[in-house]
Nanobody, 124 residues
Framework: QVQLVESGGGLVQAGGSLRLSCAAS????????MGWFRQAPGKEREFVAA????????SYADSVKGRFTISRDNVKNTVYLQMNTLKPEDTADYYC?????????????????WGQGTQVTVSS
């Protein structure tokens, strides 16, 4: 069982930055691939970024590549999403999830555990 708690969301102007955190419970955190997804009102949950259990593999959606960076600290059981050069279209609820396999990490149905989400609003 893994419990996830996101934090760090808020209101920021376009061009600004935010860092999201996702704290996980449990002793097996390093065995999970961690992913960030987002969901805007009226839209489906979409993949943002993922990182393998050891941190050696990362993956990004094309829409955030070069602007967002995912990282993890397996001692602190925390995964981060550094978001730079934010755009109004980045406005959404952001969720972190945990999946036991890196393959298929872009699909939200592969994830076993989810946090409650944190809201990010980017004003123009």
């Amino acid at each position: 069982q893994v419990q996830l708690v996101e934090s760090g969301g808020g209101l920021v102007q376009a061009g600004g930055s935010l860092r999201l955190s996702c704290a996980a419970s449990g002793r097996t955190f390093s065995s999970y691939t961690m992913g960030w997804f987002r969901q805007a009102p009226g839209k489906e949950r979409e993949f943002v970024a993922a990182i393998s259990g050891g941190g050696g593999g990362t993956s990004y959606a094309d829409s955030v590549k070069g602007r967002f960076t995912i990282s993890r600290d397996n001692v602190k059981n925390t995964v981060y999403l550094q978001m730079n050069t934010l755009k109004p279209e980045d406005t959404a609820d952001y969720y972190c999830g945990a999946t036991p396999k890196y393959s298929g990490h872009e699909s939200y149905i592969r994830y076993d555990y989810w946090g409650q989400g944190t809201q990010v609003t980017v004003s123009s």
